[in-house]
């Protein structure tokens, strides 16, 4: 099948992609430290080289602002692709660690740093470039070759990076199979050595049970819905801007925007009105005609959405509610003192609107948050040090960040990812290395005649004295 835009491989392409990926690595081309670094450089040089290519792609699927391609896509990919570069010698190296004393004698132990081998990427179209390049630094930092299926509902940056990736990396190495569902089956149907998976939690279970049949191991990076708890005492104009921002950036479409907002009644009016103010000051009065407010990615979540808001029951539109399908449009809007098995309150949201429940106080917020599935982000906005530690200490999540949203993300050295359905597995930086890498634990022992005997305690026959009990 092809779209207009992109052509979708066949079955003898995705074989050859396969074969090609596995022989390559079987060759240990890839294993090769100056191999890795010359790739990692032609990535950086992808990278720069064609901003304006990657930006306008970015711009076609998802009307994503210049600004924004940059600091959620450009930046962060940079930005692994540098740190992989800067570290890669020392993540690659043994790590010798001291044996026990009953190894002592004429032995060396070490973790060697193996790739894990032929692996396989599928990524996500709402950072379709950053959630690509991602893992992509981490196969090749470890030493992996790699087949990469990007998301074909972002067919723009699809194609650029089909096209970009042939002409700056080893085709024999990293290779692009474009497609859907039925492409990707077909992909999932072979033996990989991991499988790198981010997206939705209902497609993660096919991707596991497709694993589970080879044993493959598996990073499944996925969402859910990420809870910002406002302490009544958090300065409401930085809490409300920064919880703005989490909630608009992507047009929301962002794995760990805060999904909904849990808060006293007492402190709802003030945030509502910063909020107010920080969309005004983001968007202008009518957001639908700033330039820097990105769409719906498609006419199924613009009605996947649409429907969530029409059909919630509690509940009142305190900010935004219009939206227009031609433009696919929704504007900022959030909904205060939804009811807690409301509509809203069952998927992830992975759009603008901003549901926001009252609670009689922190310990009410708490336990409603463990009433659901763990998220992948949890934030709380307090400048109350043990109300804060309460929060971190008595629930689950795959990050937290306190008084911010989405920051945590953008930093290499924390790894991301989620905790039971929100995820699998962690990457960025170091993280990343080493969930294509397989730590493979070697002892080494010299045949001195010494350290013989200093071991042959362990030989039969034994007798009371030989380890002078
Ligand atoms: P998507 O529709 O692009 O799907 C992701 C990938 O899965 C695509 O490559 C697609 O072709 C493939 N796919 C779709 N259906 C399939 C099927 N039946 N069998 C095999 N493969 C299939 O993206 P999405 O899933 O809508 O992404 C949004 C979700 O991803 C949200 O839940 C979001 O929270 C999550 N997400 C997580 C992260 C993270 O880093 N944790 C990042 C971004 C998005």
């Not at 992948?376 to 400048?383: I, T, W």
């Not at 008084?403 to 991301?416: I, K, Q, R, S």
Request: aromatic share 8%; charged share 25%; with cysteine.
């Amino acid at each position: 099948m092809t779209t207009s835009i992109l052509h979708f491989n066949d079955e003898a392409e995705i074989s050859q992609a396969y074969e090609t990926a596995r022989q390559t690595f079987r060759s240990g081309c890839t294993r090769s430290l100056k191999y890795r670094r010359h790739q990692l450089e032609q990535l950086w040089r992808l990278l720069s080289e064609n901003e304006e290519g990657l930006l306008a792609a970015l711009y076609k699927d998802l009307h994503k602002h210049k600004n924004e391609g940059v600091l959620g896509e450009l930046i962060p990919s940079k930005e692994e692709v540098n740190d992989a570069l800067k570290h890669l010698d020392d993540w690659a190296r043994d790590e010798k660690v001291t044996p026990a004393l009953v190894n002592r004698a004429g032995v060396t132990c070490l973790k060697r740093k193996e790739p894990k081998g032929t692996t396989l990427i599928i990524s996500p179209w709402n950072y379709p470039l950053f959630l690509t390049i991602g893992p992509m630094v981490g196969a090749i930092a470890a030493g992996c070759t790699a087949v990469i299926k990007p998301s074909e509902v972002a067919p723009h940056t699809a194609q650029i990076m089909t096209e970009l990736f042939a002409r700056y990396l080893d085709t024999k190495a990293y290779i692009v199979i474009n497609g859907g569902a039925h492409e990707t089956t077909q992909l999932l149907e072979r033996k990989w050595d991991h499988i790198f998976y981010t997206g939705n939690g209902m497609v993660a279970k096919i991707i596991m049970k497709a694993a589970s049949k080879h044993l493959t191991s598996l990073t499944l990076e996925l969402g859910g819905k990420s809870p910002a708890i406002i302490d009544e005492d958090a300065n409401m104009a930085i809490a409300a801007k920064r919880v703005a921002f989490g909630k608009t950036f992507n047009c929301g479409q962002t794995c760990v925007a805060p999904d909904y907002v849990l808060l006293t009644s007492k402190a709802e009016g003030k945030f509502v009105a910063a909020l107010k103010t920080a969309v005004q000051e983001m968007y202008g009065s009518d957001p639908q005609l700033s330039k820097d407010y990105s769409r719906i990615i498609n006419n199924r979540h613009f009605h996947r959405l649409s429907k969530v808001l029409n059909e919630n029951q509690s509940g009142e539109i305190v900010i935004g509610g219009q939206s227009d399908e031609k433009d696919l449009y929704i504007a900022p809007t959030v909904i205060a003192n939804v009811d807690r098995d409301d509509k809203l309150m069952e998927d992830e949201i992975f759009g603008p609107l901003l549901p926001m429940i009252r609670v009689a106080d922190v310990d009410d917020a708490i336990e409603y948050i463990n009433s659901k599935d763990e998220p992948l982000a949890l934030y709380v906005f307090s400048s109350n040090k043990k109300l804060v530690n309460k929060v971190l200490d008595s629930t689950r999540s795959g990050g937290a960040l306190v008084n911010d949203t989405l920051m945590h993300v953008a930093e290499g050295a924390l790894p991301f990812g989620g905790t039971g359905p929100s995820g699998m597995g962690a990457y960025h930086g170091k993280a990343s290395f080493d969930a294509f890498t397989h730590e493979r634990s070697t002892m080494i022992k010299d045949l001195n005649p010494v350290s013989e005997a200093v071991m042959g305690v362990r030989y039969a026959p034994y007798t009371s004295t030989n380890l002078n009990l």
